[in-house]
């Protein structure tokens, strides 16, 4: 017959998923229910993290463990660790085991945009490619599931490798990319709901080797959907750059994404407007073909700044290294495309 204290012993020889501690190390097992008649066992235990893949597997190890101890049903509950303990235990924790989204060096930012159409993904493949021109190790997540397009846009013709029980992401332009479009065959339609999506999202995190990333972007579906609502959850501390074009109407409904990041205390880092005009190369002439003073507008209502003003202007493609949305570095764009980098870094790093 099971007693509590071999329950205790057995559960608290387990490991803790992230703090890589003994459950009995950490005084994590915070309640003990027998009853014996039918030989039911009850416990309750507290993790670093909750509602992740690590901690299902745990679960898996608690009840395998009680029944080879004895138990005939397991019944589990979790609970966190108080912050005093994961504050105690933290700095044990190595650089290549830490959980990226705990990660202290890692810096997250989110672009959003309230609408489809505006080039929020334009503007976080060519952002991540120009903190990579300045030195900085970044990673890019296309996480707009249904309508995946950064693997295009980059010019990506390769798919991700696993080593081991990791993903490796694809290099292009000094930037590490992982996308749904890796998984895809032949650009089939994604059906799925909101749980699925966030399950992928948090594989995104914890299955790919992402290594010493500095900067970790995440190229949003427009909109405040699930995959957003996940992003909020799973990220508390990300930052926000919403995208929007001058038109009113635009910056309008960007204003929900911009109101959607502040309820959920994401700090937005400003406003970046997107086909603010059209310039003449052979005037040098500047028409407003999508009206004006929308950027300004909506960064004064979310009370940020504008980081930057892109004009309409196609890349100069290249077909022996082909990315059709990739600004080259000395291009105006691109240059623009750099000078709001130069922004992202000040803000962040000071």
Not at 148 to 169: A, H, L, N
Not at 195 to 221: A, Q, R, T
Not at 242 to 267: D, K, Q
Request: with cysteine; glycine share 8%; hydrophobic share 40%.
């Amino acid at each position: 017959m099971l007693t509590e204290e071999r329950v205790r012993e057995v559960v608290g020889s387990l490991k803790e998923p992230f703090l890589h501690k003994t459950l009995a190390e950490l005084n994590a097992i915070e309640e003990v229910k027998l009853k014996q008649e039918k030989n039911h066992v009850s416990v309750k235990v507290q993790i670093a993290r909750t509602g992740t893949g690590e901690q299902l597997q745990l679960q898996t190890q608690i009840v395998n463990v009680l029944k080879e101890a004895g138990a005939s049903t397991v019944g589990i509950r979790f609970g966190q660790l108080p912050e005093e303990v994961l504050e105690a235990h933290r700095h044990d924790e190595s650089e290549q085991e830490a959980n990226l989204l705990q990660s202290k060096k890692t810096k997250f930012i989110a672009i959003a945009s309230g609408k489809g159409g505006v080039g929020k993904s334009t503007v976080s493949v060519n952002l991540a490619v120009a903190l990579a021109r300045l030195g900085k190790k970044v990673g890019l997540i296309d996480a707009d599931i249904y309508g995946f397009s950064v693997p295009d846009m980059m010019g990506i013709t390769k798919r991700p490798v696993v080593r081991g029980e990791k993903i490796i992401p694809v290099e292009r332009f000094g930037v590490q990319v992982i996308s749904m479009g890796f998984f895809v065959e032949d650009n089939a339609p994604i059906i799925w709901r909101g749980p699925m999506l966030g399950k992928m999202l948090n594989s995104f995190f914890n299955e790919v080797e992402w290594g010493d990333i500095e900067y970790l972007l995440l190229d949003l579906p427009p909109g405040t959907g699930d995959v957003a609502l996940d992003v909020h959850t799973m990220l508390p501390h990300c930052k926000e750059i919403i995208v929007t074009t001058p038109h009113p109407t635009a910056a309008f409904v960007a204003a929900r994404a911009g109101a959607m990041a502040l309820r959920t205390e994401h700090e937005i880092l400003g406003v970046i407007e997107n086909m603010a005009y059209f310039e003449s190369k052979l005037t040098g002439e500047k028409e407003y073909v999508f009206g004006r003073g929308g950027g300004d507008k909506l960064a004064e209502e979310l009370n940020t700044d504008v980081l930057g003003q892109l004009p309409l202007d196609q890349p100069d493609w290249n077909d022996d290294d082909f990315a059709p949305s990739i600004y080259q570095e000395d291009h105006r764009i691109g240059k623009i495309y750099t000078e709001i980098a130069e922004k992202v870094i000040d803000r962040l790093d000071n």
